[in-house]
Antibody, heavy 121, light 106 residues
Framework: QVQLQQSGPGLVKPSQTLSLTCAIS??????????WNWIRQSPSRGLEWLGR?????????DYAVSVKSRITINPDTSKNQFSLQLNSVTPEDTAVYYC???????????WGQGTLLTVSS | DIQMTQSPSSVSASVGDRVTITCRAS??????LAWYQQKPGKAPKLLIY???SLQSGVPSRFSGSGSGTDFTLTISSLQPEDFATYYC?????????FGQGTKLDI
């Protein structure tokens, strides 16, 4: 059974960097058949896909245009986890952030528990 | 970006009712559509993928249909645990996009 466990602070000041981690059990971040995603949810923007990392003989990333200049998603094979960094945050980045696995069927079948991230001074 | 539009935004129903939720894509997405159920304070749960395939462990009262731009989620006989918010999501192209949600309440 795949499980995703998120960790990271719940409060970040404006202009600082948001950092979240998603630890994987029951699968591998280096799997050739999965992709590891970050999705956020807010009342104003709904569910918003942010980006993904995946391994197909080498590492690839895809990012949403809306955050492309500010986002980095990195795998950590030594700890079997992946991370989200979002730079220069503003109050509009306040949301619940989820990590999720997209499996062979092409859809997010396992999700983390969610992290409420508040951007406030 | 592909826009996903759900209707209705909310629906009231009773235990035992049959409920249908609709999702329309702004352009054709073949069968690259999923339905998720979300309860308050929880992550979304995958119910249906590839428009009509039932995710493992999901009760058979849930079904999905459609292709191209128009899709439906049907719950054949509502159970108390089905009262939640439902979202569609397209996986035809990037960025992945979601519908705005349909809240199903009593």
């Amino acid at each position: 059974q795949v499980q995703l466990q998120q960790s990271g602070p719940g409060l970040v000041k404006p202009s600082q960097t948001l950092s979240l981690t998603c630890a994987i059990s029951g699968d591998s971040v280096s799997s050739n058949s999965a992709a590891w995603n970050w999705i956020r949810q807010s009342p104003s923007r709904g569910l918003e896909w942010l980006g993904r990392t995946y391994y197909r003989s080498k590492w690839f990333n895809d990012y949403a245009v809306s955050v492309k200049s500010r986002i980095t998603i990195n795998p950590d094979t030594s700890k079997n986890q992946f991370s989200l960094q979002l730079n220069s945050v503003t109050p509009e980045d306040t949301a619940v952030y989820y990590c999720a696995r997209v499996g062979q069927n092409g859809f997010a079948d396992y999700w983390g528990q969610g992290t409420l991230l508040t951007v406030s001074s | 970006d592909i826009q996903m539009t759900q209707s209705p935004s909310s629906v009231s129903a009773s235990v035992g009712d049959r409920v249908t939720i609709t999702c329309r894509a702004s352009q054709g997405i073949n069968s690259w559509l999923a339905w998720y159920q979300q309860k308050p304070g929880k992550a979304p749960k995958l119910l249906i993928y590839a428009a009509s395939s039932l995710q493992s462990g999901v009760p058979s009262r849930f079904s999905g249909s459609g292709s191209g731009t128009d899709f439906t989620l049907t719950i054949s006989s509502l159970q108390p645990e089905d009262f939640a918010t439902y979202y569609c999501q397209q996986a035809n192209s990037f960025p992945r996009t979601f519908g705005q949600g349909t809240k199903l309440d009593i």
